[in-house]
């Protein structure tokens, strides 16, 4: 992408993200959405072809760097020197806490946002799941295990706990821990 072409991107994602703070997803238009980015329709569907693929997009932009497989100093948290399974959890939910717009959780667009993040979890404890000699399917461990996550998520937004991201992470440990392993 040029520089041009990012600028665009950049200010019809910012305007997105406003947009789902003053109302649901399923009452914003994509004219709302091109008005208060300030860019034409054809540019609006050059980027996305749907209003989901908006969304999607936002979700990759928000948990880009949270599923890397590689911790990093953080202004909030930092996890470089131990890089374990409690510690990913944590660094995932410091995340959550911090750029997750709640305002997804209101109506639909949630499901679409679940979605994304469930396919994204999976594949990160893919790397971290180890059934050992249980006679279990490897892949429904990993779904029941972003399903759970996706709850705890919901549970504790949803309610504006007070827990932080370290005692949420044990919650979910302590439920999920027994097949969850740094392989």
């Known amino acids: 992408m040029d520089r041009r072409q ?31 980015a300030d860019v034409g329709r054809s540019t609006f569907y050059a980027h996305f072809p749907t209003k989901d693929d908006l969304l ?26 131990n890089q374990n399974v409690s510690s ?30 469930i396919i994204r979890f999976e594949s990160i404890m893919k790397d971290m799941v180890d059934i050992g000699n249980e006679k279990i399917n490897e892949d429904y ?3 029941q295990l972003a399903s759970s996550f996706i709850a705890t998520i919901e549970w504790w937004l949803r309610g504006d706990r ?8 044990q919650f ?3 439920m999920n821990g027994k097949f969850i392993h740094c392989k």
């Open 88 to 117: 990913y959890i944590t660094h995932i939910l410091y995340h959550v806490r911090e750029n997750f717009p709640r305002e997804l959780l209101k109506d639909e667009s949630g499901e679409i946002f679940y979605r994304y993040f």
């Open 141 to 143: 461990v990993i779904h």
């Open 6 to 36: 990012k600028k665009s991107r950049k200010a019809i994602l910012g305007a997105f993200r406003k947009l789902l703070g003053q109302k649901s997803y399923a009452h914003i238009t994509v004219k709302e959405i091109i008005d208060e």
């Open 162 to 169: 007070n827990e932080s991201p370290e005692e949420v992470a």
């Open 56 to 81: 999607f997009a936002l979700s990759e932009e928000i948990f880009s760097h949270v599923f890397s497989h590689t911790l990093t100093k953080e202004n909030t948290h930092d996890f470089r020197n």
């Open 172 to 174: 979910f440990l302590l």
